[in-house]
């Protein structure tokens, strides 16, 4: 398995265009940026959970590809309920750090928030093929396909920056360059091989575009695409899903009248 | 591969050959004050298979690419002449024209093998009820017998090249240019993508322009050679056979691998009870994955010893181990199972496992060539990269300066004492990487694949200064899959697969 090849399981979401995957994250993520109250992301949320188990992924892929969101989540919380704008009751005090009602309901605010928009971003990535994404940049959103071709090949050289960084510090070790000097010295082991890595980068990007250039890429001719990307019923049906979660968010919201408009 | 090929014999009726034609052909890059080209005639026929020869910067790839059409505008460099395929401006000529290059990492363009052959065939706006039909024959055609959806990250070296020549095969161009494309790959690779260019050239007809320095892979495939002068224009033009036997040696000088001008191998002179610097004993070698904890044992049971004044080779197919064993050897890598033990002497008074020796102990006890010479480049100019391994080892300012100064006259660096590494030519890169081991005097040479892609005359530059420190009484272990690099140096062989080390040469019982 890799970046660009990832296996994925064939299921419902699988086979769903990325371009509606995509609308259905940006959807729920702006409804969600609107307001910062608890209700509209805890209901999202619950909704959400409902479709996530559609989505193809086995527990323990879900766990591990979410584990940043799950981790990120309750720091956000935290932070913001000791941090956060204080209101209300005082309910504890630590020295000059105080909890109040209102930085408690704005900390369990932002950490539903950043399960709920963060949860099916990843999910739906996860359940993505690059190349297939790509496809429907190009093709449904027709986005330029020089950039979006340049950028799925771009992708590519990524995994190669392990394997050149593995072998920069090596090569560092075997110069005599690799331990000691205390800090300054760990800081120019990082700064010399991220600059050789730069360079070689650099140069591999060009014989690449030298190679796509070759192959007829890059000129203001149309061009025909391989793999067609289309957009079926089930793709649009997803898209309205997206709409009915942030649809009925903000709606509970306003119902428990917890709904707050960040520019009002 | 298939047993009976599925297309039918003879040329390809939608394939049309190309015609060439160069008059007082001239380019200069942007930004440099000597002419890559200049004054080039020269006129190729339909269907005419031609190699490329000269020596280093003699503007061969320059050429290749111009006709490839990717030198860019007159923002790139400044054009004089013309060069024309069938007629109309090279850069004009776009899907007439397929260039496969040298290195099999950077042209691989999507993920997926079918994808990446049908690239080409979408950009020339090729329909699409075409193309795959078209990616499929591609690929039986240069032998690469893989599903569609195979990703491209996990082929060799090899298949790489073969799918680039796909990919650019499935364009149909009636003009097949190939810049060195299997300088980087061993030998089972460079026959594969030899054999796979004859096979495609005989269905259809293309006309083939080769650059290669190893005459030896494409002299009975080309019915012609030219040789660019590096002073301009053409040197000698004619048929394979009257070009090299009339040209060989003014072509050897310049680095070509002639197949009857050998290069000369040095004379050894071997030391007597050479002393065991470094044993291995049942040792086994891994790389951490990234993100891992333990190593995942690429070979394992390795057994051989290390000595003095003694070139042990390590040889074996792809993916073997032999780079990971190499850089286990230079104390770089921590063994993933067995022993690897530096000698007293060797050690010198540290612990004898040399994956525990800090980086500057390493400096006077190991020194390792890397397969990639950009990889151990460290300032920004060569004197200064030079320059590094003495200053960790603390020595004196005189002391550092005769050394490097008499490395670089030693290994002709002379000249570049303030180029940057990076910009050097492949030659002088390779001479450079073994320049910054050699500063630090080093008791053993770890080298990985020093000679992939070098031409003849640094080939035989190299092999003489590792055969003078072999017979200083340095030891040497080189991972590699240039046979004649063996016949030339190696004492002892271990082979991937094989039980024991090999005695060869002087060290035979």
């Given amino acids: 398995m890799s970046l660009l090849t990832p296996t994925i399981r064939p299921s419902v979401v699988a086979r769903l265009n990325p371009v509606a995957k995509l609308a259905v994250a940006l959807i729920v993520s702006c409804a969600l940026l609107l307001s910062i109250d608890w209700v509209s992301a805890g209901v999202a949320l619950l909704l959400e959970a409902g479709l996530l188990l559609w989505c193809g992924l086995s527990a323990r892929q879900f766990w591990l590809r979410t584990a940043p969101v799950w981790i990120a989540a309750p720091m956000a919380a935290i932070t913001t309920v000791l941090y956060g704008e204080d209101s209300g009751a005082l309910l504890r005090q630590f020295g000059f750090i105080s909890v109040t009602e209102g930085s408690a309901q704005l900390g369990l605010a932002i950490g539903l928030r950043v399960l709920a928009i963060g949860l099916p971003g990843i999910v739906l990535l996860a359940t993505t093929d690059p190349t297939d994404l790509a496809d429907g940049l190009a093709q449904v959103l027709r986005l330029p396909a020089r950039f979006v071709l340049g950028g799925l090949a771009g992708l590519r050289l990524v995994g190669m920056f392990i394997e050149d960084w593995h072998s920069l510090t090596l090569a560092r070790r075997a110069r005599g360059v690799g331990d000691g000097g205390g800090p300054r010295g760990a800081a120019r082991r990082f700064f010399g091989p991220a600059f050789s890595l730069l360079v070689i980068s650099v140069r591999r990007g060009s014989k690449l575009a030298t190679a796509m250039e070759a192959r007829g890429f890059g000129s203001d001719e149309p061009r025909t695409w391989a793999r067609p990307s289309r957009v079926r019923a089930a793709d649009a049906v997803l898209v309205g899903i997206g709409f009915a979660i942030a649809g009925i968010a903000i709606g509970v919201a306003v119902w428990a009248e917890t709904w707050s408009f960040i520019l009002a | ?509």
């Fill in chain 2, 1 to 509: 591969m298939l047993d009976t090929p599925p297309f039918p014999a003879g040329h390809d009726a939608q394939i049309r050959a190309v015609q060439i034609q160069a008059s007082d052909w001239g380019w200069r890059h942007a930004g440099r004050h000597n002419q890559a080209v200049s004054g080039l005639d020269l006129q190729v026929e339909p269907g005419e298979r031609v190699l490329l020869l000269g020596a280093s910067g003699a503007g061969k790839s320059t050429l290749v690419h111009a006709l490839a059409g990717v030198l860019g505008d007159a923002e790139d460099g400044d054009e004089t002449g013309s060069l024309l395929i069938d007629g109309r401006r090279a850069a004009e000529a776009r899907g007439r024209v397929g260039l496969v290059l040298q290195d099999p990492d950077s042209q691989v363009v999507l993920a997926r093998v079918g994808d990446d052959i049908a690239f080409g065939c979408e950009n020339l706006a090729v329909p699409r009820a075409e193309i795959w039909p078209r990616v499929r024959q591609a690929l039986t055609e240069v032998g690469l017998n893989l599903p569609l959806d195979h990703p491209t990250s996990s082929l060799s070296g090899g298949q790489k090249q073969r799918l680039a020549l796909a990919g650019v095969l499935a364009m149909r161009p009636g003009l097949l240019l190939l810049d060195e494309p299997t300088a980087n790959l061993d030998p089972d690779g460079v026959i594969e993508v030899r054999d796979a260019v004859v096979r495609s050239l005989d269905r259809s007809g293309a006309t083939l322009v080769v650059i290669e320095h190893r005459v030896e892979v494409w002299q009975d495939v080309v019915d012609r050679v030219i040789v660019l002068d590096p002073a301009g224009g053409v040197l000698a033009d004619g048929p394979t056979r009257e070009i090299l036997s009339r040209h060989g040696q003014r072509l050897a000088q310049a680095g070509v691998w002639v197949p009857a001008l050998p290069p000369r191998f040095p004379t050894r002179s071997p030391i007597a009870a050479a002393e065991t610097l470094l044993r291995a004993e049942g040792l086994a070698v891994g790389r951490v994955p990234f993100g891992r904890r333990a190593a995942s044992i690429v070979a394992a049971g390795i057994t051989l010893n290390l000595r003095a004044g003694t070139a042990t080779v390590v040889t074996g197919p792809n993916g073997a181990g032999k780079s990971t064993l190499a850089l286990t050897l230079a104390g770089l890598l921590k063994p993933a199972g067995g022993t690897l033990h530096a000698s007293d002497t060797f050690a010198a008074g540290i612990v004898p496992e040399p994956h525990r020796w800090r980086s500057q102990q390493l400096l006077t006890r190991i020194g390792t060539v890397f397969q990639d010479p950009e990889h151990q480049f460290l300032a920004a100019t060569v004197r200064d990269d030079l320059l590094i391994g003495p200053h960790a080892l603390g020595l004196g300012q005189a002391e550092q300066t005769s050394r490097v100064d008499e490395l670089m006259h030693r290994l002709r660096l002379d000249h570049l004492a303030d180029a940057n590494p990076f910009t050097l030519s492949g030659g002088e890169k390779r001479r450079m990487s073994v320049a910054t081991v050699l500063a630090t005097r080093p008791r053993l040479l770890v080298l990985d694949e020093p000679t992939f892609g070098q031409d003849s005359r640094t080939w035989q530059e190299l092999v003489a200064l590792l055969a003078d420190l072999l017979d200083e009484g340095i030891a040497l272990v080189a991972v590699t899959h240039d046979a004649q690099f063996v016949s030339a140096l190696a004492d002892e062989e271990y082979r991937f697969g094989m039980p024991d080390p090999i005695r060869l040469g002087a060290g035979a019982p």
